[in-house]
């Protein structure tokens, strides 16, 4: 690791105005993410901002949405009663992540921003252009069965690995920024970038633009939703394939609205619209689903080893899909 | 030397058994009360508390940290080392390379000699060559061990590549036979089994593969080590402590008396913990700085310089008769190694005890890699060879329409099939009997996919699990009595959460007739009477060969003390058992006096005696291996092709269970291991660049509690004759047979043959 200064922030702008200061400061939400890629220098900030002891309210505001403070814990956020009732994927998809110790500590601001898990990225011996623009990607031809499927490029194949990220995408959720030029809000669907040339560019945050709040609307059938996270061990492991899905159903059967997206399969969190589009008005049969997934990855370009990934999201979606009408029955 | 052993083993046939060094049958072996009993272990408390001090955890005045800089190539050598950056970094105190390292003696290579441990005999940082990726290209020591990680970032190497030989499958095309395999020809046969193959009316012919495994014990490899002139002290976590303090003797060119070891704590061995570089660097850091040393591992560089499990890829081909017996058992494959280290994988070994068969081909190649050399991790050889001849079993059963178990019994052989030895104890049908019962094997529907509940398939299977039993040579025990009639019991082995304390003292008192409280089992310390490495399930049983040997030196010192005036006087040592506390008539209980009385009487404050194990021919006269009956029911996903084990039993022949409690438990984490190696673990080694890609326990999957399933144990508990205290060894069979009965499950479940392990979802999708 390299030695780095720490500061703490108490407000949003203070924390603003201590990063500015240095190029290479960083915002510390629990570190969970953030000191692991210090210990391999991947990262090396000179100064640490912490801003773990920023708003983490979790606010249940009149028309049913919910603002939730940046530094909230993944634990607290999984816990909410109201999340819990009203957004069971998002509680669903937290609760598969990483384990209870590291959900303890991680904030939903550091969870948003975590880094990929591509074995090259994290090893500075090889060739990536995530660290190093230019230099060439050894996961294109080395071990890529956990990689992107979708949206990637020949710069790179790495995925975005949040579970979290994935049930808020499907939400509409918004995030709330603060920066040396202002406040902003932009949907979480947008601020992550697909690689192209630029992979080490993951989002279009300014330099130092700090996560404040994370705003998911109201969304009444978001009480028929879940998550469903595929993976090499029954716990503690990233996401091969996730779904997560909140389906409403009209009386006919068929599907007057659906929220579908999917995890592990690009650089950020995919939200299904091609599916979604070809769904909506439907029937719910699961002819259809197949075909919604069907849709959504038609232009899945998979890799030597993450082939299966592709079978893996169609059933996976089809399935999940299917366990929400059978709730609905 | 193998020709030398053949000809022991010859003679060693023809002799009787009462010729045999302590061959009357252990009495303790039929003895109950304490033995066998669910005693709690006696380090429990200690461990609980955090008061048992491990090796990197002992505190020395004035303490250096170290840091190993590893090498980014896989063959070559440096170029370029530039350590200025390092060297000025806050509280750095050295840093050494090849440049300024102390001259070494490369280590003797394990097995080359008695004492001899070096996991490979490559010289350790003594010329700019590379041999490996990870290999250690600089120590930095420092004033805290964040200092010493952060100027390691600091140190610059540069390469030049050579070729090197990083894929499996191109260096198998030079793959050749090894010199021996642990002792064993390279090649075995018994008549023309590939003929008697095509001539059978049953066949199977199978390739299984096998990845790398690395070695993912709690405790990271660490040492705290200090010079005082030419004596070295090492408080190493180590399974071989005299081995250790022998061979880095030789590499500093002192006396063995000359280096103390110390290892009372060992967080998890499994074949890992053994002597690599990270000690001897230490070592010679700390001669170079006149520093003592801690080196702790990252767990990354455990991965790195901590050989692991190797690859393998296997054929197995049988051929049976109408009537179920084999005419054919061609077990042969490859595994990788490199030209440097001696740990062959021995997977064909189970073939050679098994089953019976009218033919056999057993052939091993190696295929040398520039790599880590790999080493001993559980059962090495019986994990993985098992998994491919149990799976090709399952195979034939299939084939021929008979139940796994019943195809099982028609092959049971009457003495061990390749070297005609009896066996000394096995009970193979019993535990696949008892077992089966008690799993509810008779509910399993042969046919494939037959079960389901909602989108899960449900399946069961079974494999026979084996380990050999083996006892070290080399050991010694001290028995010490002191005036108040308690006992100490010490030798140089190790306790690495196992049960070996508990198990010694229970064992202890057992032997001499008194309560557990009033033993104490010394261990863990070169100073010690010298010991058997901690290896191969061997230690209880060499431990205890010792303890016998001293008991008796004991029992003709306490006849010589006793004299005249004692109710023993005139008993020699046939007609006296131990018993309340002291010594006692076997025909006349009346006569009786205690340890404490007959010291008192002589004048003394204590009386110890110390004397050696005699040499293990029981192993050549008998085949002495422990068997076990795997058994396990699987879930696989129909939608995402995952498995989830959801019931394991284990019944297990390993002569006498000494203590059912510890036992349990080795048997359950040789099972779960199994569930590892099985559905979960693989080392990602990139054959571009013969690098480890996964080196965390992030991605490198080890089972998770949600992983590990109800696992219920059982075991015959019938002693074995001819082994102390009639046990077998229980460290290893565990992880036997249980990857080849979760892959018969998910067959059973789904009706696919995964023959490459791990079972990961994508291979059943
Ligand atoms: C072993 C392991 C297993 C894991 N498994 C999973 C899993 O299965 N699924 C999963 O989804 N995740 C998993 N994780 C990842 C985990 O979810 C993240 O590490 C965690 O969410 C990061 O949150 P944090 O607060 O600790 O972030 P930090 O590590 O503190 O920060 C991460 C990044 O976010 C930036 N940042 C933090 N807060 C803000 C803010 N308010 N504004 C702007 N930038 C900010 C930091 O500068 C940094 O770049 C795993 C992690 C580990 C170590």
Sequence with gaps: MTPFQYERAATAPDAVRMASNSASAKYLGGGTNLVDLMRETIETPERLVDVSGLSRTIETRPDGSLLIGAAATNTALASDLTVRR???????????????????????????????????????????????????CDALDGFNRIHAILGASPACVATHPSDMCVALVALDAVVHLEGANGTRRIPLADLHRLPEGRPDIETVLQPHELITAVEIPALSFARRSTYRKVRDRASYAFALVSVGAALDLSEDGSVRDIRLALGGVAHKPWRALKAEDALRGQPATEANFRAAAEAELTDAAPLRDNAFKVELARRTITAVLSELKGDAA | MSIIQDAVKTAVRFVPDRWLPGASPDPLREKHGLLGAPISRVDGPLKVAGQARFAAEVPMEGLAYATLVHSTIARGHITSLDTSKAEAAPGVVLVMTHENAPRMNAPAMFMSRPDAVGASDLPVMQNRDIHWNGEPVALVLAETQEQADHAATLVKVEYESATAVTDFQAAKLAAHHPQSILGEPPLFEIGDAEKELNEAHHRVDLVFRTPRHNHNAIELHGATVRWDGDELTVHDATQMLNGTAGTLA??????????????????????????????????????????????????????????????????????????????????????????????????????????????????????????????????????????????????????????????????????????????????????????????????????????????????????????????????????????????????????????????????????????LEKVRFDYGDTSLPKGVLAGGSTQTASISAAVIAANDELVKELIRLAGNDSPLAGLGADKLEARDEGLASVDEPGRHETYASILARAGRDHLEVEAAAPPPLEMMKYSMHSTAAQFAEVRVNSVTGEVRVCRMLGSFDCGRILNAKTATSQFRGGMIMGIGLALTEETLFDPRSGRIMNPSLAEYHVPVHMDVPEIEVMWTDIPDPHAPLGARGIGEIGITGVAAAIANAVYNATGRRVRDLPITLDKLL
């Design chain 1, 86 to 136: 009203d957004f069971p994927l998002l509680a669903r998809a937290i609760l598969a992540g990483a384990s209870g110790q590291i959900r303890n500590m991680a904030t939903v601001g550091g969870n948003i921003l975590q880094r990929t898990r591509c074995a090259y990225f994290y090893d500075d011996a090889a060739r990536c252009n995530k660290r190093e623009p230019g230099a060439g």
């Design chain 2, 250 to 515: 030789e590499i500093f060119g002192i006396n063995p008396d000359q280096v103390h070891v110390s290892s009372p704590y060992v967080g998890g061995g499994f074949g890992g913990k053994a002597l690599w570089n990270h000690q001897i660097l230490a070592a010679a850091a700390s001669r170079l700085s006149g520093r003592p040393v801690r080196i702790v591992l990252s767990r990354e560089s455990v991965f790195r310089i901590v050989g692991g499990r190797t690859t393998t890829e296997q054929r197995v081909a049988l051929g049976a008769e109408r009537n179920g017996s084999l005419r054919a058992l061609i077990h042969t494959g490859t595994v990788a190694m490199t030209e440097h280290n001696n740990c062959p994988e021995q997977f064909t070994f189970p073939a050679r005890h098994l089953y019976a068969s009218k033919s056999f081909r057993l052939e091993q190649s190696v295929a040398d890699m520039d790599m880590m050399a790999n080493t001993f991790m559980r059962a090495p050889g019986e994990s993985v060879g098992t998994f491919a001849l149990e799976c090709a079993l399952d195979e034939l059963a299939e084939q021929m329409e008979l139940d796994p178990i019943e195809l099982r019994r028609r092959i049971e052989p009457e003495k061990d099939p390749t070297s005609n030895n009896p066996f000394s104890s096995r009970y193979l049908l019993q535990c696949f009997e008892q077992g089966g019962e008690r799993f509810g094997w008779n509910r399993r529907d042969p046919k494939p996919g037959a079960r389901r509940e909602g989108e899960w398939l449900v399946g069961l299977g079974c494999a026979t699990g084996t380990y050999p039993y083996h006892r070290m040579p080399g050991g010694s025990a001290r028995i010490r009595i002191e005036a108040d009639g308690s006992a100490v019991v010490s030798t140089a082995v190790h306790e690495m959460g196992m049960g070996t304390a508990t198990v010694q003292a229970q064992a202890a008192a057992a032997r001499l007739g008194l309560p």
